[in-house]
């Protein structure tokens, strides 16, 4: 992808293009990086996203607005988009973050993302950083279902339990493997009063005990 391919993309063109240039660069790479972007496009980000919730679902209350919104705006809905418009390949990166596949991680493509937003806004004002995030938001918000979506799976896994009179899961670490700054860990959910036990696997515990409380509600609804 290149930065035209880019703006292609996002349907924005820079009449700055070095404030792109400065949103694709990460702090191991040269200054100006993107880390103040970063912080203005976070902000941006959960303004315009509240705001189209607020449009969008005019009868739910604060808390399950909040709740979704916070599954928008998460580093894992960051991270897809970004992967969606091949972000991580216009990345400028040191040397030791192109060799641990710092193109690759979630975490450095959702702050790119949000430097972007950051940079649209210093470009071009409000409106311009919003069109982009509605543009690219809006098939998420239209396949939200607001009396599920919102809740993370352990919780929402948690809530059935509790439902049903049933004891909560549990969750124990079976594996950790790669390098300290790259590792992929294996956690194992258990329901036991279901006899229910599932495999999750993520670049942290929490994001694994997520995956294993993804597959133990499916089993836990089915049973």
Do not use: W
Not at 95 to 103: A, L, N, P, T, V
Not at 158 to 166: A, H, I, V
């Amino acid at each position: 992808m290149t930065i035209d391919g880019l703006e292609a993309a996002i349907d924005h063109r820079f009449d700055r293009r070095e404030l792109l240039t400065q949103a694709l660069t990460h702090r191991s790479h040269s200054t100006p990086h993107n880390e103040r972007l970063e912080f203005l496009g976070d902000g941006i980000l959960n303004c315009v996203i509240a705001i189209l919730l607020y449009r969008r679902f005019p009868d739910n209350k604060e808390g399950e607005l909040s709740r979704m919104r916070a599954s928008l705006v998460k580093q894992d809905a960051l991270a897809e988009l970004a992967q969606g418009l091949k972000l991580g390949s216009c990345l400028m990166l040191g040397d030791g973050e192109i060799k641990s596949g710092g193109s690759r991680r979630p975490s450095m493509l959702a702050d790119a993302l949000e430097a972007v937003i950051g940079a649209i806004y210093v470009d071009a004002g409000f409106e311009a950083a919003a069109k982009v995030i509605e543009s690219l938001y809006r098939p998420l918000i239209e396949r939200l279902n607001p009396g599920v979506d919102g809740k993370d799976p352990k919780t929402e896994l948690q809530e059935l339990l509790q439902g049903r009179r049933l004891a909560l899961p549990t969750y124990e670490l079976r594996a950790a493997r790669g390098e300290a700054h790259a590792q992929t860990f294996d956690i194992e959910c258990r329901v036991e009063a279901l006899g229910i036990s599932c495999f999750g696997t993520g670049a942290s515990r929490k994001a694994a005990e997520q995956d294993a409380a993804v597959k133990a509600l499916i089993l836990v609804k089915t049973t």
